[in-house]
């Protein structure tokens, strides 16, 4: 009678199944002549409902929004209280600036109605160098050009401030120092003649 010798054990999976070895992918293009993995007609029919598979790119969290704010009074309300959160570091934005920057005719700012941006255009060509100067400084910024298409401000002119996210203290402190940059980057700006 002949013995058998045991087959070696393959290391098992988390699930208890045994591993199995793959084949090595091979690592060269496929050829020109070798045919799609699907072909031209289900290609065509995908490509032509590709389109429909949805309006907008996450109905579920289209949902959980229309369950959290029930309705357009609910959306309002919930932006009445960003209004309370923001509303105050834009007016301390506005302080600073105005008392640091205020009669140098070096900088000037929209006073936004709402949104989340305001926009400082400084003097042209000073805006990265602002920048560079507040990252120094330890203040982060948005890039220069950031409201621009592509991020390209052909007059190196616009920076925009987001205060929203730190405290109030914070944003005092990084303002204010951005009001030192704006100065600095005048200074020299003004002094190459």
Request: hydrophobic content about 35%.
């Amino acid at each position: 009678m002949p013995t058998s010798s045991p087959s070696p054990r393959r290391p098992a999976t988390r699930t208890g199944r045994s591993c199995s070895p793959r084949p090595p992918r091979s690592r060269s293009p496929a050829p020109a002549s070798r045919s799609p993995a699907a072909s031209e007609a289900n290609i065509a029919w995908y490509l032509a409902h590709l389109g429909n598979g949805s309006i907008g790119p996450d109905k579920v969290n289209h949902l959980r929004h229309v369950q959290f704010f029930g309705s357009a009074r609910g959306v309002r309300d919930h932006m009445a209280k960003h209004r309370e959160i923001i509303a105050p570091k834009f007016e301390e934005v506005d302080r600073v600036f105005s008392d640091r920057l205020g009669g140098y005719e070096v900088a000037t700012r929209n006073k936004p109605a709402g949104g989340y941006f305001i926009n400082l255009d400084v003097l042209p060509g000073t805006a990265a160098r602002v920048i560079a100067l507040a990252k120094d400084a330890g203040v982060a910024l948005t890039r220069a050009g950031s409201s621009f298409p592509h991020g390209d401000d052909p007059n190196d002119q616009n920076i925009r401030i987001a205060p929203t996210m730190p405290p109030l203290d914070e944003v005092t402190a990084a303002i204010d120092a951005v009001a030192t940059c704006v100065l600095l980057a005048a200074a020299e700006k003004l002094s190459q003649g």
